[in-house]
Nanobody, 113 residues
Framework: QVQLVESGGGLVQAGGSLRLSCAAS????????MDWYRQAPGNERELVAL???????NYADSVKGRFTISRDNAKNTVYLQMNSLKPEDTAVYYC???????WGQGTQVTVSL
């Protein structure tokens, strides 16, 4: 059974930083591309960043240069370092595995002015 458990969300002022973590179990972690998505109230869930098994990364235009995705295969964990946070980054952030497809429960990130 796949489990993805996010942590690290919270309330931060604009310009601040947070690091999200997603611990995976029940999957061959090193063989799965991993994603971070987010969903703000009234909006569709959107892809924020992805990292392939080979470490190739890609980002939504809105977070390029501010967010960094990384993975530690020894710890079965994927991270999202978020710097220079803006109020429009406020959302529930979800971890997602592609092999097999599975979602975490989400962690709330709130950025205040």
């Amino acid at each position: 059974q796949v489990q993805l458990v996010e942590s690290g969300g919270g309330l931060v002022q604009a310009g601040g930083s947070l690091r999200l973590s997603c611990a995976a179990s029940g999957i061959a972690f090193s063989f799965s591309t991993m994603d971070w998505y987010r969903q703000a109230p009234g909006n569709e869930r959107e892809l924020v960043a992805l990292i392939t098994t080979g470490g190739i990364t890609n980002y939504a235009d809105s977070v390029k240069g501010r967010f960094t995705i990384s993975r530690d295969n020894a710890k079965n964990t994927v991270y999202l370092q978020m710097n220079s946070l803006k109020p429009e980054d406020t959302a529930v952030y979800y971890c997602h595995s592609r092999s097999p497809p599975s979602w975490g429960q989400g962690t709330q990130v709130t950025v205040s002015l």
